[in-house]
């Protein structure tokens, strides 16, 4: 690699959607991206945010020898004590099952805030974490979905936008969102760290 290319960065993903987010909000910032092998998969065994993002971003560096970024999200309602919390990919097979847990079990419940939340874990080629942020965006479970997308994004309600995660466009999503507000913190970092 010549000494003018910009350096590379793992994003520690294999979820689309994760992957264009970040992608997209990482843009100012003067590196390559790609992402993790094909196939790998991390079992998130943390019990925190914190601690899947640690492991995701840790392996998937010492797998490629290169500088990882990993995020591990998810939501965590007041009412059900933060559940799904670590488990919210987890607590239905799919996305509509997922939804329609939630909306059920917040049945004739009147407190609905809520909050998603994304911890950030940044690691160099040996796999040691030196960068860690999260962040958070408030709101609240509507009682049925707007939109189409099926998943929490269309329950989840934000205030301060004056509509759903799902109907954010992606520069809202920089400024709201939880994983834009992790991102956001510590974009200049990144660059320092890697250049």
């Known amino acids: 690699m010549s000494s003018s290319s910009p350096p590379l960065l793992v994003i520690a993903s294999g979820n689309a959607g994760k992957i264009g987010e970040i992608t997209a909000m990482l843009t100012p910032v003067d590196i390559r991206l790609a992402v993790q092998p094909e196939g790998l998969v991390v079992e998130e065994t943390g019990s925190s945010f914190a601690e899947n993002a640690r492991l995701k971003a840790a392996t998937v560096a010492r797998l490629t020898g290169e500088w990882s970024l990993a995020d591990d999200s998810g939501l965590v309602v007041d009412a059900l004590h933060g559940a799904p919390g670590v488990y919210s990919a987890r607590y239905g097979p799919d996305a509509a099952s997922r939804q329609a847990r939630l909306l059920a079990e917040l049945k004739g419940t009147l407190y609905r805030t809520a909050a998603l939340v994304s911890a950030l874990a940044l690691a160099n080629p040996l796999g040691e974490i030196l960068l860690e942020t999260e962040g958070e965006c408030r709101g609240e479970i509507l009682e049925r979905p707007r939109g189409t997308a099926k998943g929490y994004g269309d329950i ?7 509509c ?7 520069s809202w999503k920089l400024k709201f969102g939880s994983r834009g507000r992790a991102v956001r913190s510590v974009a200049a970092d990144i660059k320092r760290l890697l250049s």
Request: proline share 7%; net charge neutral.
């Open 156 to 162: 989840f309600w934000i205030r301060a936008a004056g």
């Open 164 to 170: 759903t995660y799902g109907e954010l466009p992606t």
